[in-house]
T-cell receptor, first 108, second 115 residues
């Protein structure tokens, strides 16, 4: 069983739709990261959370420590949002565990 | 700040050869991580340095893999006697010492193909 589970694995949306990607984890954490990986490209850190909610432009990330769950929301999705979104948690031993990613395709 | 840089970007090698990859983290970052990513999967943790000390090493890392960070700055990952199963993207990431959970910065990776 993976320490970090993401859902869905694949997601196709029409431009403008509201998108939610979910992440559940089973280890004790000190922080959770949402990462974005474009095809053939590097990985970019979108958010780092240890509690509550963060917003950056059209992206919103929330975390519920008690439920060991986080969500990444994209409002007014755009084709340039098409990428793989990866959830990563930092455990109390400073080791990162990664989800397998959610591949998002936004169709114009 | 030029970010995390990795060299080379691509490496094609024949099975049985040794390869070495280099990672230059962001200059003030004391934590450095190596990961491996295969197609369709999230990154897998390989090893972690704090300054020059290698603090964690995944059990996935066989004896053919070794990593160093001799001066606490750049790091090298060497794979000896490469196998086709070693073909993957090798990613390096670094973070600052400003408390647990500092933002993680990734390099663009080194893509290894073993023929």
């Amino acid at each position: 069983k993976n320490e970090v589970e993401q859902s869905p694995q694949n997601l196709t949306a029409q431009e403008g739709e509201f998108i939610t990607i979910n992440c559940s984890y089973s280890v004790g954490i000190s922080a959770l990261h949402w990462l974005q990986q474009h095809p053939g490209g590097g990985i970019v850190s979108l958010f780092m959370l240890s509690s509550g909610k963060k917003k950056h432009g059209r992206l919103i990330a929330t975390i519920n420590i008690q439920e060991k769950h986080s969500s990444l929301h994209i409002t007014a999705s755009h084709p340039r949002d098409s990428a793989v979104y990866i959830c990563a948690v930092l455990n109390t031993g400073n080791q990162f565990y990664f989800g397998t990613g959610t591949s998002l395709t936004v169709i114009p | 700040d030029t970010g995390v840089s990795q060299d080379p970007r691509h490496k094609i090698t024949k099975r049985g050869q040794n390869v070495t990859f280099r990672c230059d983290p962001i200059s003030e970052h004391n934590r450095l991580y190596w990961y491996r990513q295969t197609l369709g999967q999230g990154p897998e943790f390989l090893t972690y340095f704090q300054n020059e000390a290698q603090l964690e090493k995944s059990r996935l890392l066989s004896d053919r893999f070794s990593a160093e960070r001799p001066k606490g700055s750049f790091s090298t990952l060497e794979i000896q006697r490469t196998e086709q199963g070693d073909s993957a993207m090798y990613l390096c990431a670094s973070s600052s010492p400003q408390g647990a959970g500092s933002p993680l910065h990734f390099g663009n990776g080194t893509r290894l193909t073993v023929t």
